[in-house]
């Protein structure tokens, strides 16, 4: 298995309530319904933070060439 952890920042101008609500609903419909990069997943799970930095998602695949496979999509 190989996991990656990525920090994100919420756009400018965004409240954390703002960014916390696209992040959890619309962006992660779109992992969801893409069925050609889900399918290289594990697990996939979102940490909300009320700060600058709005969170990090913490992605784990079946292996790395799951990984490089999923980043050309």
């Known amino acids: 298995m190989f ?3 990525v920090c ?3 756009k400018e101008g965004w409240s954390a309530a703002k960014f916390s609500e696209y992040w959890r609903y619309m962006h992660a419909d779109l992992i969801r319904k893409n069925t050609e990069f889900s399918r290289h997943l594990v697990d ?4 909300h933070q009320d700060s600058e930095v709005g969170g990090s998602v913490a992605v784990s695949y079946t292996h ?4 490089e ?5």
């Open 8 to 10: 994100i920042k919420r």
């Open 64 to 67: 790395l060439r799951a990984h």
């Open 44 to 47: 996939y799970k979102q940490y």
């Open 69 to 73: 496979t999923s980043l050309h999509l």
């Open 3 to 5: 996991s990656l952890i």
